[in-house]
């Protein structure tokens, strides 16, 4: 039986953009989503995008995972985050064996994942697994969470390197520091998670560097949305907020236009001057071509994946790439849009002052960072040996 198409995932985001709109200035001063705002996206079943369909999910793919994230985004970027990370964390999950996937989804459809891939050195080999201490920082959505998925590192009796692992573990069994204090993205809650001496059943780990491969421990390899190449989705998911954003703004400023002179000039309506018509045209052509450089890596990630078939190394460090231009291209368009819509844009009661600290916040996530992901493009393409990051 096939589930909802993405065109009806991505109206379900588009009719909740009102409410999460109405709590976006209350998520951002309460540095969480609005609950309201997370029993709605969970009764819309968005949780579910990336949940294998055995479990009642539905299997999206990377584009619908951009559609949907970027739609939220257009009402809130911090709660989009949240959803974003969420699903992002569920499509991890069906990359792990059956027994994990049966213990998180199989016990709970609607059970929700938050993760972070930087890893803890606190661990110790035991019989069937490993003892894991640590502190996680920034966890998007552990606050709505009812497992963690947290990176670590195993070292062997002598002390030297052994394997990296993402670690699923209950949030019953860890707990939340409240550390989230910024300047974006506050609505997000990406608070740390804190761990002392839980044990993680071998099942529940997954070697990150074979995953990166493409060698995930599924037993289902017949699910092509779990076939998709692996920094690369983890990569460019951090896009789809960014793009609701963009559009947002854009469109904020378009309508007001009409009705706001500019100051201190004989212009009674920003839509007379050529000036403003010109930000407005360099805004709209950077989130276009933002756009169009995320559903283009979106597309072909998801085509390769139906395909089964490994995306080359160059187009994957492309889309690590791709992901900092679209970032940045977003943050350009929204800085543009601030100068024309004017001062007003930093008043507290505007929304273009929170899209513009959010999209600036989330921007500057590690794995998204222009410089690295430029870096790794121009080797990729010289032939250079990669020595910056093993995450592409």
């Known amino acids: 039986m096939s589930g909802p198409s993405l065109q009806d995932l991505t109206k379900r985001a588009e009719a909740l953009q009102p409410l999460l709109f109405k709590n976006a200035a209350e998520s951002d001063r309460n540095r969480r989503a609005s609950e309201e705002n997370i029993r709605a996206i969970a009764e819309a079943g968005l ?21 949907v994230s970027a739609a939220l985004g257009e009402a809130c970027g911090g709660t989009a985050w949240v ?6 964390c569920a499509w991890f999950t069906g990359l792990f064996p059956k027994q994990a996937q049966d213990e998180v989804f199989g016990a709970n459809p609607d059970a929700r994942v938050s993760g972070v891939f930087t890893p803890s050195k606190q661990s110790r080999r035991v019989e069937g697994g490993l003892v894991i201490s640590g502190k996680w920082y920034f966890s998007s959505g552990s606050l709505h969470a009812d497992w963690a998925m947290v990176g670590i590192i195993e070292h062997d009796q002598n002390g030297a390197f052994k394997a990296q692992y993402l670690a699923l573990v209950p949030m019953t069994e860890l707990s939340i520091e409240d550390t989230w204090y910024t300047a974006g993205m506050r609505a997000s809650g990406s608070n740390c998670i804190v761990g002392n001496e839980v044990f993680v059943p071998e099942h529940r780990l997954m070697d990150i560097m074979a995953a990166v491969k493409g060698e995930y421990p599924s037993e289902f390899k017949d699910e092509a949305s779990y076939r998709a190449a692996f920094v690369p989705v983890a990569a460019l998911i951090l896009t789809g907020p960014q793009l609701g ?10 309508e007001k236009a009409s009705q706001r002179a500019i100051a201190y000039t004989s212009f009674e309506k920003q839509t007379d001057s050529t000036v403003f018509q010109m930000q407005i045209a360099d805004a709209a052509l950077k989130v276009d071509t933002a756009e169009l450089r995320a559903f283009r890596s979106a597309d072909q990630i998801d085509d390769a994946a139906k395909r ?7 187009t994957k460090a492309r889309v690590r790439a791709d992901t900092g231009m679209i970032t940045t291209l977003i943050t350009d368009a929204i800085n543009v849009l601030l100068s024309a819509h004017g001062a007003g844009s930093f008043a507290e009661g505007s929304p273009m002052q929170r899209w513009w600290r959010d999209s600036n916040t989330a921007a500057r ?28």
């Open 245 to 254: 954003m963009g559009r947002a703004a854009l469109k904020y400023v378009i």
């Open 83 to 88: 959803v974003a990370l969420t699903n992002v």
């Open 47 to 67: 949780f579910r995008l990336m949940v294998p369909k055995r479990y009642g999910g539905y299997e999206g793919s990377v584009r619908s995972h951009l559609e």
């Open 308 to 314: 089964g078939v490994q995306l080359d190394y160059v």
């Open 365 to 392: 996530h590690a794995v998204g960072l222009p410089a690295i992901g430029n870096e790794v493009y121009g080797k990729a393409l010289l032939g250079v040996e990669n020595t910056v990051t093993p995450l592409v």
